[in-house]
């Protein structure tokens, strides 16, 4: 039992819940039973929470619906929930089903699975080897619930739970029939989904092993062509990573906490929201100012290195310079806005850069001016620095290889950064790390996207490879890792990288 002092909540009182926190509770089931809530874990705010609490002696996990909708939400995850179990498809057990007594909440209690982990937290701990054999469960996983003529529309990896080798599908909201006319394709468009949101550099490789698991499963006779389902893939990806980067992270969410005025735009990472950082975000001229590191002074943008409690947080403005550039600027999105998307897309399609940490904007009603983006500082050398010092040729080829699989992964992606001097690739640990993101894209697939995208890539490399003379060692070294990454030599040759054996990818 909690301690006497922690509060008791209405249903009311859940509105006011903005995001996770450690905070203890009480909610009134029912006249005899009450949860006792020990953290808030999620909040989609005035629709859903969702806590982890004790009941009955028991750990579960609740969801708590609100507002107009939240029968309606509760009965479709209940359904959910029901479906998966009836189709023998390993789930949380629902425990409870009820709206609250003042019935302006409705609650699902679901058992807690003991000693499991979420399969996004589970991928990142991995490495490559560990990955792909997750990724060959989670398949079959997709494939049994398509067997049992259900999808899950929702497939991030954190609705999977891992306790051995037993995989838990989570979250009923996100269930639905397979549709009755062109199932198949309906089927191979869900699990495409699955698969690309996963890391592309270890699934690429495993792909055909992938597709043949899950044909066999299936009890097809054929496995679906390669080509097309990597075609499906990329704009599974490339719309997952729009609508994540051009919309959720500029609006409130679960990641984002957003404040909009006729003045100005605010986001800040959930994350790193604190007090001192919005103190910081009332004045941040003041970061510009003599007592901080200056990194760069321009026209352009001014860059400023500031501590914030244990962190060390690079505040970027980007200057009007003059009123015709103002002008220019009133109306388009902000270097500073697409700064800020671009990390949460590589972030989320696993690329290294620093973590957003905020962006603000000033306006005027619809008229932008001044923008700030704020990252953790990396504390890291770029990659002519790095390069720079004293190391073995086996380290320096170890490196390059990095690199190399790190252009490789954006070719994958089909995103061009934009600027590829040395600067803007910093390494630490070894790995390498992308910051200033400003002028980054990625491009949609079809036959304009990709012919765009090649030639913007072939740019990127040769940009890349001007941080060193020709015949210079590391030049040599990096040459050399493009041509064992790369499957394409006439790429390489596009972008000025003489091909002397046959190409091999790794």
């Known amino acids: 039992m909690l301690p006497a002092t922690v509060p008791t909540l209405q249903a009311s009182d859940l509105y006011a819940i903005e995001r996770p926190s450690e905070r203890r509770f009480v909610i009134m089931l029912n006249a005899a039973d009450d949860l006792h809530v020990e953290a808030v874990v999620r909040v989609v705010k005035h629709r859903r929470v969702v806590v982890r609490a004790v009941w009955q002696s028991r750990p579960v996990y609740a969801k708590l619906f609100i507002g107009r909708d939240a029968a309606r939400y509760a009965e479709r995850d209940r359904r959910g929930a029901q479906a998966l179990a009836d189709a023998g498809v390993m789930t949380p057990a629902l425990l409870y089903a009820a709206a609250l007594p003042d019935s302006a909440a409705h609650v699902l209690l679901y058992a807690a699975v003991s000693g499991a982990m979420n399969a996004d937290q589970a991928w990142n701990s991995m490495d490559s080897a560990q990955r792909s054999r997750l990724a060959f469960a989670l398949v079959r996983e997709v494939a049994l619930h398509h067997q049992a ?20 599908t989570l979250d009923g909201d996100g269930i639905r029939g397979l549709p009755s006319w062109y199932t198949r394709r309906a089927a191979l468009q869900n699990l495409a989904m699955l698969l690309g949101k996963l890391d592309v550099l270890d699934v690429w490789p495993v792909l055909p092993g992938l597709l043949d698991q899950y044909a066999r499963l299936r009890g097809w006779e054929h496995s679906p062509a390669l080509g097309r389902f990597k075609r499906m893939m990329a704009a599974q990806r490339y719309h997952l990573a729009q609508g994540y980067a051009q919309r959720k992270v500029l609006r409130q969410c679960s990641d984002v906490n957003v404040q909009v005025s006729s003045s100005q735009f605010l986001a800040i990472s959930s994350e790193r929201d604190t007090p001192a950082l919005r103190s910081v975000l009332q004045a941040p001229d003041l970061c510009m100012g003599a007592e901080h590191v200056r990194l760069k002074s321009g026209n ?36 500073a806005a697409a700064s800020w998307s671009n990390a949460f897309r590589l972030q989320l399609l696993g690329v290294a850069t620093p973590s957003p940490v905020a962006l603000l904007e000033r306006r005027m009603g619809c008229i932008r001016r001044e923008a700030y983006f704020l990252a953790e500082y990396l504390p890291a050398p770029d990659v002519a620095g790095y390069f720079a010092a004293p190391m073995e040729q086996a380290r320096r080829d170890a490196s390059a290889l990095r690199i190399a699989r790190l252009f490789y992964q954006l070719y994958l992606l089909m995103i061009v950064h934009g600027d590829c001097k040395a600067s803007n690739i910093k390494i630490a640990d070894d790995q390498p790390v992308l910051i200033d993101l400003d002028s980054m894209r990625q491009y949609a697939p079809g036959w304009l996207g990709e012919r765009r995208f090649l030639r913007g890539h072939v740019r990127d490399l040769r940009r890349f490879l001007r941080n060193w003379s020709p015949g210079d060692v590391v030049r040599v070294a990096i040459e050399q890792a493009f041509v064992m990454t790369y499957k394409d030599p006439a790429l390489l040759r596009a972008a000025g990288i003489h091909i002397e054996k046959d190409v091999k990818n790794i």
């Open 300 to 335: 352009t943008c001014t860059v400023s290195l500031i501590q914030l409690g244990e962190r060390n947080i690079v505040v970027k403005r980007y200057n009007i310079k003059t009123f015709w550039h103002g002008l220019n600027r009133a109306l388009r999105k902000t270097r």
């Open 149 to 168: 003529g259900l999808q899950q529309t929702d497939l991030y990896l954190k609705n999977f739970m891992l306790q051995g080798d037993t995989i838990y």
